[in-house]
């Protein structure tokens, strides 16, 4: 299995400061041939379901603020939130879809300083 | 807008089978773009993926579950289910049902549709 660790597991932020967290992937989540990174983020707020924020490293989901961008390749990838929004408070996962099983972070807390 | 909406008992006995249902709405299983999937989250815990499955039956699941688990499709009902046996109080979760579309190598990708997600408790 491939094994994604998150860091921090909390984090806390003044509203408009910038916001990042990062991903570490066991393997590779990069397929060559196509040179895409098998890498998504979501959001998760309080009794709601995840949100897809961004897929392949780098791509925003439909409607996500463009506040919010992916980065990285390989094993090691970002999300920063560039200006943080009361709205951003949740817990953040990533998660590659490059082999079964699919494995996710064990989840970033964000919260307003 | 397509929809997701798990439905089942919110109560389930050590030892017996879970049973959920996924109703798609507004929106047809039978694509050929998706496939359907199953996620578990145990209260304030991370994130379980748990199977998934295409419209034509093809599955894939978590082998640390796979002993246990049954994911079918009804397309005719615009639903798919999950089955898990013997079930432990290690199984109590929010069930989740999700949307990935299918890569052009036929790949199941990312979750972008989620369903709000059923509660299940494991308790005699």
């Known amino acids: 299995d491939i094994v994604m660790t998150q860091s921090p597991d909390s984090l806390a932020v003044s509203l408009g400061e910038r916001a990042t967290i990062n991903c570490k992937s066991s393997q590779s989540v990069l397929y060559s041939s196509s040179n895409k990174n098998y890498l998504a983020w979501y959001q998760q707020k309080p009794g709601q379901p995840p949100k897809l924020l961004i897929y392949w490293a780098s791509t925003r989901g439909f409607g996500v603020p463009d506040r919010f961008s992916g980065s990285g390749s390989g094993t090691d990838f970002t999300l920063t939130i560039s200006s943080l929004q009361a709205e951003d408070v949740a817990v953040y996962y990533c998660q590659q879809y490059y082999s079964t099983p699919y494995t996710f972070g064990q989840g970033t807390k964000l919260e307003i300083k | 807008q397509l929809q997701l909406q798990e439905s089942g008992p919110g109560l389930v006995k050590p030892s017996e089978t879970l049973s959920l249902t996924c109703t798609v709405s507004?929106?047809?299983?039978?694509?050929?773009?998706?496939?359907w999937g199953w996620i578990r989250q145990p209260p304030g815990k991370g994130l379980e993926w748990i199977g998934s499955?295409?419209?034509?039956?093809?599955?894939y699941y978590n082998p640390s579950l796979k002993s246990r688990v049954i994911i079918s499709v009804d397309t005719s009902k615009n639903q798919f289910s999950l089955k898990l046996n013997s079930v432990t109080a290690a199984d109590a979760a929010v069930y989740y049902c999700?949307?990935?579309?299918?890569?052009?190598?036929?790949?199941?990708?990312?979750?972008?549709?989620w369903g709000r997600g059923t509660l299940v408790t494991v308790s005699s």
């Open positions: 499955i295409y419209y034509s039956g093809s599955t």
């Open positions: 999700a949307r990935h579309p299918l890569h052009s190598s036929s790949w199941p990708l990312y979750f972008d549709l």
């Open positions: 507004s929106g047809s299983i039978s694509g050929s773009s998706y496939y």
